[in-house]
């Protein structure tokens, strides 16, 4: 049974920090990519970045560029989101997402149809 566990959600002065972590088990990564997703108020779920597990390869959402930071621990099977510079319109569910891709040189997709595996999400609030 594939499970995605996000934990490191909370409350946070705008200006401030956060790291999420995705915790995987019953998948092993390989040629997936690992993404973040949000899901404001009244918003629908949109992308914040993804890292290809083979190779490293990453994206990020113009809004978060410079900001955020996805990186990965091989051993831990694990996915980190370092957020830096927190502002209001952050705030959101985040949600950690697998996708298989399906092929060693595909480019890091950004639909949320594309990914298979979801996690449960984690509240992240920003305030002014």
């Known amino acids: 049974q594939v499970q995605l566990v996000e934990s490191g959600g909370g409350l946070v002065q705008a200006g401030g920090s956060l790291r999420l972590s995705c915790a995987a088990s019953?998948?092993?990564?390989?040629?997936?990519?690992v993404g973040w997703f949000r899901q404001g108020p009244g918003k629908g779920r949109e992308f914040v970045a993804a890292?290809?597990?083979?190779?490293?390869?990453?994206d990020y959402a113009d809004s978060v560029k410079g900001r955020f930071t996805i990186s990965r621990d091989n051993a831990k099977n694990t996915v980190y989101l370092q957020m830096n510079s927190l502002k209001p319109e952050d705030t959101a569910v985040y949600y950690c997402?697998?996708?298989?891709?399906?092929?060693?040189?595909?480019?890091?997709?950004?639909?949320?149809?594309?990914?298979?595996?979801w996690g449960q999400g984690t509240q992240v609030t920003v305030s002014s």
């Open positions: 997402a697998a996708d298989p891709l399906g092929s060693p040189i595909a480019a890091i997709r950004k639909s949320v149809y594309d990914y298979d595996y």
């Open positions: 019953g998948l092993t990564f390989g040629n997936y990519a």
């Open positions: 890292i290809r597990w083979r190779g490293g390869s990453m």
